[in-house]
């Protein structure tokens, strides 16, 4: 069924002629990503027609569990697929496809809905004018009563204080974990997001661009380079090359950390000479 409906948005695609012209950054793709306004799935190949059919296979596979979830019985339409987009960009040899689709799209009933909501806040609104008049004198002991709440609720804000001295056992943990620990058991699924990001970047001033996208996100604290790095064995490690590409993403870790490059070990010690950039995850 998949592969029908592959065969004709395939042949939608032919018919026009916005077929991944444009090639796009990291940047584009990783904020269409996480637009909640969209549907997206993607794929990397040598070959970019084989990279973009993957990817609306996927995408394909993600609208149809959309359907079940929220609209049980509707079946996917040559219409629907009609409304597919893609966003590219070159991996060295390979082309990185992101399919997307706005959910508006799926729906077409978000449009209709959204005249008729604004009206009824403003009669409501009317409505309690007319009352708050009458209702006065019967407010005004439950202000007095209100008045002694707070000085309970004083000892309740002294709480977040005692919270505060967790916050950096918390960060030592997942930011500094021992060289013998693998740390991928104590990083959460977005933080491996921003990791895959990095380790295809074109080169280390992609990296750097992403980083800064990431930390407008609130997904990075802070990052920088060598001379400015707070504690080289408690930060993450992004080593560029001398030329394109990127040789390695270094985990935490005193002298074996994880290559998230090439799923080993490595040292800080064996990229010397490189560029490289150091960052924390904002936990």
């Not at 190949?45 to 973009?52: D, G, P």
């Not at 059919?53 to 569990?65: F, Y």
Request: glycine residues 4%.
């Amino acid at each position: 069924m998949l592969r029908k409906l592959l065969n004709i948005l395939s042949l939608l695609l032919v018919m026009t002629p916005a077929i991944l012209s444009a090639q796009n950054t990291s940047e584009e793709i990783v904020m269409m990503k996480l637009d909640k306004n969209y549907l997206s799935e993607e794929s990397t190949n040598a070959s970019e027609v084989k990279a973009r059919d993957n990817a609306d296979l996927l995408l394909i596979s993600r609208i149809t569990e959309y359907y079940n979830e929220h609209f049980p019985g509707k079946t996917l339409s040559p219409e629907v697929l009609q409304n597919i987009q893609h966003m590219s960009m070159k991996r060295g040899e390979h082309t990185r496809v992101l399919s997307y689709i706005s959910i508006a799209a799926l729906s077409g009933e978000a449009p209709a809905t959204k005249p008729a909501t604004p009206a009824k806040p403003a009669e409501e609104k009317a409505k309690p004018k007319e009352e708050t008049p009458k209702q006065q004198p019967a407010t005004t002991p439950k202000e007095e009563k209100a008045v002694t709440k707070p000085a309970e609720t004083k000892p309740a804000e002294t709480k977040p204080a005692e919270t505060k001295p967790a916050e950096p056992v918390k960060q030592n943990d997942n930011m500094a974990p021992p060289p013998s620990q693998d740390p991928n058991m104590s990083l959460h699924q977005w933080q491996m997001d921003v990791i895959n990001e990095l380790v295809y970047a074109k080169d280390i001033n992609e990296v750097n661009s992403l980083l800064n996208l990431f930390k407008s996100l609130g997904k990075i604290r802070k990052y920088g380079i060598v001379t400015n790095c707070p504690d080289r064995n408690a930060t993450f490690w992004v080593i560029g090359n001398s030329g394109e590409g990127i040789q390695a993403v270094l985990g935490p870790g005193s002298s074996s950390r994880r290559n998230y490059s090439t799923n080993q070990t490595s040292a800080l010690e064996d990229f010397k000479g490189f560029p490289a950039l150091w960052f924390e995850f904002n936990n």
